[in-house]
């Protein structure tokens, strides 16, 4: 199981130290999902040190644990998301597009380049049939956030409940993809894979079904890592030994 987070600069923690928490939470993956705008900072960065501690393949032999690069698109025009969109997917292993509103959840869901629609309802949007229905047919994964159910409380955590009850009936209804996660900026905000399923099943939520959105952020960086190889045509096309490319 996958657990995706937000680090430093765009969050309170190092990846290295989530991923030392996430490892001896018994997590298989950690995605970090950097903000775009952070992400080509990143990449700017000379200190090497630096990239060292963000290298995902520096961090998974130190830690033994899946390391996922990830970028978040948070945008209010569609158009400019479409070409912060583009321009990631030739680099990230996974892409996701921060929700909230009517017309980012539409944009989202209608781009068959966007992995994972997160944060569908924060900002009050709703979630109905037709966006749902788009991101079964699209591959969109739909993000359920425990995040404010664990770290709010009173009337937020009831209406965070209500939000996510009535967004799983949608997406189960019409048979749409999901991802789960606490979306937590902070090691100290982790929770194990174990907690979060006993807290989504206090508020209702099937225990398998929240191990399968939680499964589902490692399904998304295999599917991706295999497109972005050389060997990768089209989807069951993969290069032979007497493919070349032109």
């Known amino acids: ?22 490892a001896r939470y018994g997590y298989e993956g950690l995605v ?9 900072d990143d990449e700017n960065a000379g200190d090497e040190q630096t990239n060292r501690r963000r290298d995902p393949t520096a ?10 690069d990830a970028v978040e698109v948070d945008a209010d025009d569609p158009s400019q998301a479409a070409g912060t969109v583009g321009a990631a997917r030739s680099t990230r292993t996974a892409v996701c597009v921060v929700g909230g509103d009517d017309r980012r959840n539409r944009f989202a869901v209608e781009d068959p380049r ?20 788009a ?15 664990l770290r709010a409380s009173g ?5 965070a409940l209500a939000d996510l009850r009535k967004l799983r009936e949608i997406v189960t209804y019409y048979d749409a ?39 589902e952020w490692g399904v998304v960086a295999a599917r ?16 032979g030994r007497y493919e070349t490319e032109r």
């Open 224 to 239: 991706n890592r295999e497109r972005l190889s050389g060997d990768f045509i089209q989807p069951g096309v993969r290069r």
């Open 59 to 68: 961090l998974a032999d130190e830690y033994g644990i899946d390391v996922v």
């Open 135 to 149: 991101a079964r047919d699209n591959g969109v994964r739909v993000e359920f956030d425990l995040g404010p159910v």
């Open 114 to 133: 966007v992995d994972v629609l997160v944060r569908p309802t924060a900002g009050g949007g709703g979630f109905n049939h037709v966006l749902a229905k």
């Open 32 to 40: 970090v999902r950097t903000r775009a705008a952070l992400a080509v």
């Open 177 to 215: 993809p999901h991802v789960v996660s606490a979306n937590p900026s902070s090691h100290l905000e982790l929770r194990a894979p174990r907690e979060l399923v006993a807290v989504a099943a206090e508020a209702g939520f099937d225990p398998e079904w929240v191990r399968e959105g939680l499964r």
């Open 1 to 22: 199981m996958y657990e995706a987070v937000h680090a430093h600069p765009g969050g309170e923690t190092t990846v290295a130290r989530h991923a030392a928490t996430a």
């Open 155 to 159: 009337g937020d955590r009831v209406r």
